[in-house]
C-alpha cells in the first residue's frame, strides 16, 4: 500500500478524509483554503475550545443570539479580522438585549400601573 514517499498512503487519507466530511457538498471554494488550512483549523478549534471553557466559567450573562464564526473564516482571516467579526457581533447582540430589556421593563411599569389602579379603587370603595 505505501509506494515510494508514501504518496499513495496521502491520498488515500486525503480522500477517506474529504469523503467522510462531506466536502464535496460543502460551498466552500477550495482554492480559498490554504495548503496548511485543516492544521491550522485543528489548532484554532482547540484553543476555541480553550477559550470557550474559560468564558464559561464567568459569571456573566451569555446572549442566546450569540452565533460561533464560521470555519472559513478561522483559517483565512487573522486574529485583528476575528476580533472585528465578534466585535460586530456583539453590537448587534446587545442592541437586541437592550430592546428585549425595555420592552420587559415596559410591560412590568403596566402590569405595576395596573396593579396601582385596583389598589387605588378598592381604597376608593372602603
Given at each position: 500500500m505505501i509506494s515510494s514517499g508514501g504518496i499513495r498512503v496521502h491520498t488515500h487519507s486525503a480522500f477517506a478524509l474529504g469523503y467522510e466530511a462531506g466536502i464535496n457538498k460543502g460551498t466552500i471554494d477550495g482554492n480559498l483554503v490554504p495548503p496548511s488550512g485543516l492544521i491550522t483549523f485543528v489548532q484554532k478549534g482547540i484553543q476555541y475550545l480553550e477559550l470557550e471553557a474559560t468564558a464559561s466559567?464567568?459569571?456573566?450573562?451569555?446572549?442566546?443570539?450569540?452565533?460561533?464564526?464560521?470555519?472559513?473564516?478561522?483559517?483565512?482571516?487573522?486574529?485583528y479580522e476575528l476580533h472585528k467579526i465578534i466585535k460586530e457581533k456583539k453590537k448587534k447582540s446587545f442592541g437586541k438585549k437592550n430592546i428585549r430589556e425595555s420592552i420587559y421593563k415596559d410591560s412590568n411599569d403596566h402590569e405595576m400601573e395596573l396593579e396601582w389602579e385596583s389598589a387605588r379603587e378598592r381604597e376608593k370603595e372602603k
Open positions: 466559567n464567568d459569571d456573566t450573562d451569555m446572549d442566546e443570539d450569540f452565533q460561533f464564526l464560521q470555519p472559513i473564516d478561522l483559517i483565512t482571516k487573522d486574529v
